[in-house]
């Protein structure tokens, strides 16, 4: 589904309005984006802990380009169990998780198990800035990017993750 959904982001992106992808830069803006910094050192459990839970994308990039407005409706869940599963408008995707905190940058391998990336690996750098969980995929190879940046025309997709509050019914 990560694939999918990227690779569909993609299409929707270069779609988009003038008016979505200035919102997009003003998102990804607001977020911090910097200059490369080096991974934060923690723990395969402290790395757990922090990314357990819902979470959706605020900002991104798309091969250099900001993500629309559209893709604010996905949702990425991650269990402690090290799986996922992702919501994209009804449209279900669901994998393990591996994470290598034993280089310069966190990494992650996504495993598809269920849904339209079934039997595929998806390889990303994760970090974590304030309260977000910030993922860069490179959708086209089988390597993990080596740095969080998105150039114009590339496969390379940076997304923002916003941990989800309670969307339960209210009390």
């Given at each position: 589904m990560f694939r999918f959904f990227l690779v569909l982001a993609f299409a929707l992106c270069l779609l988009s309005s003038p008016a979505a992808m200035a919102q997009g830069n003003a998102a990804a803006k607001e977020v911090g984006q910097k200059p490369q910094q080096?991974?934060?050192?923690?723990t395969e459990t402290e790395a757990w802990k922090k990314m357990v839970g819902s979470w959706r994308p605020t900002a991104g990039e798309l091969a250099g380009k900001p993500m629309p407005?559209?893709?604010?409706?996905i949702r990425l869940s991650i269990s402690a169990e090290k799986t996922y599963s992702v919501d994209f408008g009804g449209l279900l995707d669901k994998g393990t998780i591996a994470i290598d905190l034993s280089g310069e940058q966190m990494q992650m391998k996504?495993?598809?198990?269920e849904g339209p990336n079934v039997d595929k690996v998806i390889p990303a750098i994760f970090k974590f800035e304030k309260e977000f969980l910030?993922?860069?995929y490179d959708v086209a190879n089988?390597?993990?990017?080596?740095e969080f940046?998105?150039?114009?025309?590339s496969s390379i997709v940076?997304?923002?993750y916003e941990r989800v509050k309670d969307?339960?019914?209210s009390k």
């Open positions: 080096p991974a934060e050192k923690m407005a559209q893709m604010k409706s996504l495993t598809g198990t910030v993922v860069c089988e390597k993990s990017p080596t940046k998105s150039p114009d025309g940076i997304l923002y969307e339960g019914p």
